[in-house]
């Protein structure tokens, strides 16, 4: 099959980062096309992408016949045109959030794209496929901390860009806790309440920071949320769900953390060195790839160990057999490096 | 650029592993070619591999000329005469370990790749790959600890095949550390010795593990290494240098932690979202261009969340924005599901 | 100076424990006097405690002229009664928690005790004596936080004897929580709302639990608290402490956790072995002044390492030495020990 | 029963320890009589001590008819001497390690006391007590490992004094690690080897640190130990137990921290506050009864929370079950402090 050509609307940091990562690190698609309101930048993306024009319409770009699916990275309030778009020509689109900057309008979406009989949008709450999240939604779907009962999360950002302002605390960093919220306990939210605590004196003047959210949700679950986006320390982002069974949380620095009803506090080993390193081994052939392809280029067609590394594992094997066998200290044996490569490499 | 066209030799666990991994998750690159001393595995392989040849004799399949690179993952006891087959076309190989069976054929490698005077051969210690051995070797090479004087590793399995024996926990296990030792340390192994305590009472008969190695680097640095092949428990690896100025531990299930001379022990928190959730990000990406690529077959073009999810968080914010400027608890307005989609989706 | 007489008032499982305590932990202090109103076992008690007496009236107790202060852990009404009395006789006294039963006679309490010019009274909230809530107050002293402007607080308890209602929930265990919202933030408390999710539906029935309690402090300042006491898991508490210039959590099973404006996560590591090993030289002290005083009876005057492990010690240390000269391995030369001791001991 | 009359030997920094700690922290006993062979110094000691003499001769000090029992922190090499003057008199002695510096005259000691048929010393390996070090121990003889195959230790200082040269390294410092051993495994050692990888350069000259020294046990089994007893670090003492059944890990700033064969990692939650709280609950004791006893001399009688802090916490949750029953925040109605201690206290 063909790759996926995929248009980037909008390549800010987020669309730029999007473009980035189809080229480098995803299977089976590659980007056709971009496009910014920023013409310049769009075609300054385009010229280092292999295959890519720049288009200067958003929706000619979504129109285009040489356009498989769309990768919506625009600004909020041009989403609702450009859904559209994309619903009327029958495109796939993966939509950074907002779905649309109001309710009225997303609920508009929501009814074409039903109308149409397809799900043709998915909305760019990365978090559900971040392992631990994963982790956390796969231990409650199995029952393993009985029915969540309570749900506390803290949402902290180092700091945020100039002009934001209390609500967006609401828009942009909550609404991620709401995504959350209704992914893990799988019922919708009922009621919110936003609590306003002294703000923080170092914080940007102004700003309501840190707030606290409160969710009902339609079965009276409770869900406290601590927002704080200008904290001056780290990015932090923790869910801790307390159930009938024990309890467990996430974004502690050390994986998923659970308590059970057993007495002990702890998480799960890895079962194998595939789960262990499963990203190194990626990693590995993915720079191994990049290298070859870089190869004609560079004259070398590594990144990562090579023979002389192999070799040199041999020699010290060799020795540590004879010192099993003989339980005494074994000198490793091996040329000198430069007699084999010279002065090169 | 076209995709580079790999062909993976060996599709045993490892290999087969290879061709999932090249198909499904490296950017730039295919499998072209897959060969198996089981012809029959091969074929099977290339069936469901788009545009996937089997080939029944390995140096053919080194020498096809739509091979731009190798992969090899095929029994040690062929690498010898197979690597030397792709020096002598020029392709680039990544060569699972051990490189050879023995110091002499390693060293003849090491040496006809040295006259052809190109790095073709990387050979597959992935560990240098992993984000936790990474970051302790950023912080050795950034001079965080000092000069290290001592190192500590673990490296348990929970099981081996059937057959595995005393020399093969040197050969297979304790060549990781070998090539850890070498890496974090950047200096060979001038000796080695393997201590044998008494065997694990419940392992396999005749087994002699755990052993303990013990390794003197050409400076005169001490690295120990616990090698328990067969603990019944997890797969763990673990690495602690001790040096001047503080120590750090990776494989703790907890990331790196460090001691330092001021007296604290701990990490790094993560800085921004990119690093908390790039993992994510690429995932979201690659599933849902997955999906898209399945879409004409089954009528769903996500796979994840979709317009329903953005609305419901409008919603909710908006609820959030109201109680944000009242601070009292706001019922959320939502339309029923079933009203827009009907009985179905 | 002589040990200070105290009278203990009530001897269910707090007061036995405190009994217990003074006996045997407690450096210059003794129990003289125990007094229940189950007559029978302060009789018990007062037969195991050398030089101690049982006192049939808890007002006698108070004013016995060999009882110098009071341990109250009599049931809640009858405190307001017995503190009067201690006050009037100039008793020192340690109350447990509640002070009185309610908020109108515990402050006739406290002006009854102005009026005196005397702190005669202290309250038994021991989680000020904690090492880590120590250790959290005195990072927040210092300054290491900043203004500390937000606090999370989970309370869980595995189960809660029978009769336990919703409004104990507030009054037994949400109280720890005020203290330490006070003790911690040094600010009263100006309003309270308490927030009930769907109980959990393993609990007693009736039982309104958990309960989300939202504090508001007098300087507006924001603390939540998890009171959940039928958890069926374990005892948890749990303290977050939200800074200017960073967090701090506390009751993670990994001492107190800081996250910096440095952006690192981490604990303070033991400066000496003062640090590490009080407790246990504390012990050691301790289980050997007890056995010598037993010693007469049993002829065993330790309870811990010998003189045989003082000489097996030396045995190998003796080895160590000569090894560190040659760096071979030495073998340990050891007497049996049955030639030393025959058959005995 | 009266209190223990203890003579302290020796009150240099350990020795004046154990003043502080039977004086201030330990029930049942007191120093009767300290001694030192800085005359002057001993005085110094007795005079805050109530009830303490200083004696000139240790040999009397041990024979006074006024000493039941003794503490030796005297230098190693008069134990001897020391120790045969406790036997001779029957007084039951607790001996700092070591407990005479070779083995010849430990073993003669081990003698005497046989023949006397009563154990009447101690050793101080206070390891033993730790409450770390008793739990690996307890889950030893549980057979939660099953049988113990590998230990690994750690062993660092941030200094030592100067003079320590590098056979203290084994005599004073891998000594505890040798009764750590024969503690856990509760078998003799059998062999040692010292190795002497390069010293840490920052370290003082001429010291051979760090050293690792391997026992074997009797049964064979594996013991490495890294001592470094100049790392400018912390104080860091660890230990692994690698056994059939898993795996135990003390020493990691977390508690005991298990790997099973179920494939977990974690610990024991705290069943009860008793286990959480014993430790502030003795605080809490030993601090009160401290201010009451200084109380006639301050006119304060306490040392915590006090009766304001009863009454506000009953303000606080009378507001909090009102807001049980109505869910809506209730201010907390509190009178003035001042109003009632005045400008006092």
Known sequence: MSDLRIAVLGVGMMGADHVARITSRIAGARVAVVNDYLAEKAEQVAAVVPGCRAIGDPLDA????????????????????????????????????????????????????????????????????????????????????????????????????????????????????VDVTRFLLDEEIASVQVLCPTPNPGGPPGLQDPQIAIFRTASGKHVDVEVFVATGVAYEVRTEVVGEKGSAMIGLDVGLVRKTVQGTWG??????????FGQAYDSEIQRWVDAVRRGADTGVYIDGPGAWDGYAAAAVCEAGVTSLMSGRPVDVQMVDRASVWGGGL
Chains 1, 2, 3, 4 share one sequence.
């Open 62 to 177: 979504i129109a285009d016949p040489d356009v498989d699916a769309v990768v919506l990275a625009t600004p909020g309030p041009t989403h609702e045109k450009q859904l559209l778009a994309c619903l009327e020509h029958g495109k796939p689109v993966m939509c950074e959030k907002p779905l649309t900057t109001d309710v009225e309008t997303s609920l508009e979406i929501v009814k074409r794209e039903a109308e149409l009989g397809r799900t043709l949008i998915q909305v760019g709450f990365m978090r559900r496929f971040d392992h631990e999240y994963a982790e956390l939604k796969a231990l409650l779907d199995a029952g393993g901390l009985g029915q969540p009962l309570v749900m506390h999360c803290a949402h902290r950002n180092p700091t945020v860009p100039p002009g934001f302002d209390s609500s967006m605390i609401v828009k942009d960093s909550l609404v991620h806790e």
């Open 267 to 276: 998480g799960q080993s890895t079962p194998s060195f595939r789960e262990r």
